[in-house]
């Protein structure tokens, strides 16, 4: 004979482990985005900053 109890304790810890992992994976692939939107800010910040390097560089040779 089964015990309930029993079931209920086995399918609650194992809806843990499914929690954990799909929570775990959603958390790498939220790091994983953010680095790429990191890494896309910062090239638009570098080349802002070379367009006003340059524009600099103009208005000291004039």
């Known amino acids: 004979m089964v015990n309930i109890g ?6 609650v ?7 954990f992992f ?3 994976f959603l958390f790498i692939r939220r790091i994983w985005t953010n680095q ?5 800010a ?6 802002k900053l070379d ?5 600099q560089e ?3 040779r004039e």
Do not use: A, G, T, Y
Request: hydrophobic share 55%.
């Open 36 to 40: 790429f939107d990191r890494s896309d």
């Open 58 to 60: 103009k208005q000291f």
């Open 22 to 24: 799909v929570s775990l």
């Open 51 to 55: 367009k006003i390097i340059e524009n």
């Open 6 to 11: 029993d079931v209920i304790i086995q399918i």
């Open 42 to 47: 910062l090239k638009r910040m570098e080349s």
């Open 13 to 19: 810890m194992l809806l843990f482990v499914v929690l």
